[in-house]
């Protein structure tokens, strides 16, 4: 129940802050695709494995976004739409593959893969812009043109909205029999192949379901910034998004909301303070977090979010 | 393709996969012991270039003899090896042995970005390199092929020697015995009286010098600017992947494989030249999903 009220306090935070502070649209909006993409590593992280490639389906997407309003047209809503399914279908490809690797050969396999996107997007200049990237010009959103701040301020409501029903949507998943297949890839492969069930099935569907929300994300991020990198694609950008994912507490879906803000503010406060020492500060912060709080900043609010669940017991 | 691009291709490759097996084999020389990846090993490289960089460009600036580049460069990837290879062990992977692996990864991506971060406020963003050594050393002329001396010798002599030397120590001495015994299980090498703390911290400092040996033969013919490091993590890991983890004969010959690969695809097909070591091991991995030359684990249910 607190568990809620806390959600609603955060989503209403989010939705007045930049009413009065008009230039936090961006960052929060950063922030928002950002944590649509740490969702889907956090559903990986319970079956126990840590990519440090899923920036890849984040790229696949911008650059599916890029490419298509380039091309035609299309609104907003529906560049959305494509560059998440774009991101689906070549995870549900590349998956087939991943599902065959745990532990650090998965994590590496999967930098692998996103260094080839990286490396093809950078070389091939003549389609893909090169390191520059590609630009493109604001599309319209909801069949309605608009100016700079009011599609940023429709972009934050919608990515709100998305994000609350995907943090909703996956959190059921975690709870559904599905989710606690997933699980036990973590704590035990074997006996659950043991009960007949196939575990590569079981985390293909949630290696798919990371790619989707990575997908999602990078639609959010590449309509935000109007411009897309192979950058984007890197692998320290994947491993930003794991760390994200253990900063915020992978526990729980809302941490990897809590975690993109936490890093999205230092990154920008201590990018002002401290030129060029950004990664410093925030390399510290994770290590900080391994030793104290491995279960991240969610794991520190649970408790004062959940009664201890004996103590009511006892009253009732 | 005629017979003297194959042939500098072939150079090519020999003196490229020479540098990759020496970082390749520091990483899967840490893996072994720890059980940990360590992903700040590509900065390990990229410290080792600056710091020999630097040596080189004050041994040139004193005005010395540029011949002693050479053991500049080896001193300079020592010094490193064990400052910073104490520091990580001591400070970090001593301390995170026993925690969830997904924490061990991001306690050396944390130390990754840190050391990122100290080398671009010591060293800046400016390339760094010292090529007095190759033009004193001069060329060689194989067939019609000329090749600097320094590439085609001494990387591959360097990398050579510590093959052929981690063999022997591994494998003849009482100390490299006890690195063994640790790689293979670290409690009951313990409950036989080896001391594993202090053979990992030797394991480590060792595995960080080879890493920092690479950057430092590395400074000599390519420029040694931020970013470095990152890539190279990538490849080497790369190059221990097909191997199999934990395979020092294997990375031998992954390195090779890979090196050739590359060299080949600059001359054959440039566009995709930086794609060829992860097709390698991708599709080794496809047939072999632990590597070529890694042993079949028992399941432990």
């Given at each position: 129940m607190r568990l809620r009220l806390f959600v609603i306090v955060l989503l209403a935070i989010v939705l007045a802050l930049p009413a009065y502070i008009p230039w936090l649209k961006t960052p929060i909006l950063l922030a928002l695709s950002n944590g649509l993409a740490v969702l889907g590593v956090i559903a990986l992280l319970r079956a126990g494995q840590v990519s440090f490639g899923n920036a890849m389906f984040v790229c696949l997407a911008g650059y599916t976004v890029a490419f298509t309003a380039r091309a035609a047209q299309v609104d907003a809503l529906v560049l959305i739409l494509l560059g998440t399914v774009a991101a689906t279908l070549a995870g549900a490809l590349i998956g087939l593959f991943m599902v065959r690797y745990r532990g650090i050969f998965f994590g590496m396999l999967n930098l692998a893969f996103s260094m080839v996107l990286f490396s093809v997007l950078g070389k091939?200049?003549?389609?893909?812009?090169?390191?520059d990237g590609l630009r493109f010009d604001r599309p319209t959103l909801g069949f309605v043109q608009m100016q700079r701040d009011g599609f940023e301020t429709t972009l934050l409501i919608i990515a709100v909205f998305v994000a609350l029903v995907a943090g909703i949507l996956v959190q059921r998943y975690f709870r559904s029999a599905r989710g606690q297949q997933l699980a036990a890839i973590k704590t035990n492969e074997t006996r659950l192949e043991y009960l007949g069930i196939s575990a590569k099935r079981v985390f293909w569907g949630g290696y798919v379901l990371a790619a989707a929300l990575c997908g999602l994300g990078g639609s959010f991020f590449a309509l935000t910034q109007g411009l897309v990198t192979p950058e984007m694609g890197y692998w320290v950008r994947s491993g930003e998004i794991v760390f994200i994912a253990i900063l915020g507490g992978s526990g729980h879906a809302i941490g990897a909301f809590i975690g993109a803000f936490v890093f999205e503010f230092v990154k920008l406060y201590v990018a002002a303070w401290l030129t060029g020492a950004w990664q410093l500060v925030l390399g510290a912060i994770l290590l900080v977090m391994v030793f104290?709080?491995?279960?991240?900043i969610f794991g520190l609010l649970e408790r004062l979010l959940r009664p201890a669940p004996a103590l009511s017991e006892k009253r009732a | 393709m005629n017979a003297s691009l194959l042939l500098l291709a072939l150079m090519d490759g020999i003196s490229y996969a020479a540098l990759l097996f020496l970082v390749a084999l520091g990483l899967t020389l840490i893996f072994g012991v720890?059980?940990?990846?360590?992903?700040a090993h590509g900065s390990l490289y990229a410290w080792g270039g600056y710091v020999a960089a630097t040596f080189g460009i004050v041994i040139a600036k004193a005005g010395l003899?540029?011949?002693l580049i050479l053991p500049a460069l080896v001193i300079g990837a020592v010094l490193t090896g064990i400052v910073l290879g104490s520091i990580l062990e001591i400070g970090l992977l001593r301390r995170i042995l026993t925690k969830d692996p997904i924490l061990q990864l991001l306690g050396t991506f944390a130390a990754f970005m840190i050391l990122e971060d100290l080398q671009r406020l010591i060293w800046g963003s400016q390339p760094y390199f010292v090529s007095d050594v190759v033009s004193l050393l001069g060329t060689l002329t194989v067939a019609d092929v000329t090749y600097t001396r320094y590439q085609l010798l001494v990387i591959p002599s360097v990398a050579v020697v510590a093959l052929l030397g981690l063999r022997w120590f591994l494998n003849r001495t009482a100390l490299g015995r006890q690195v063994t015994a640790v790689t293979h299980h670290r409690e009951i090498a313990t409950a036989m009286g080896v001391n594993a703390s202090r053979v990992s911290l030797l394991t480590i400092v060792i595995g960080a010098a080879l890493g920092a040996l690479g950057g430092a033969l590395a400074a000599p013919t390519t420029s040694i600017t931020p970013g470095i490091g990152a890539e190279m993590m990538v490849l080497s890991f790369a190059v221990v992947a097909t191997a199999g983890l934990g395979q020092i004969g294997g990375a031998a010959i992954a390195a090779l494989m890979i090196g050739l690969g590359r060299s080949f695809a600059v001359y054959l097909f440039p566009e995709v030249e930086v794609l060829v070591p992860y097709l390698i091991m991708v599709a080794v991995l496809l047939i072999r999903p632990q590597g070529m030359f890694s042993r079949v684990a028992t399941r432990r249910i």
């Open positions: 091939f200049g003549a389609v893909t812009g090169g390191t104290a709080a491995p279960t991240g | 720890m059980n940990i990846l360590n992903l003899s540029p011949l």
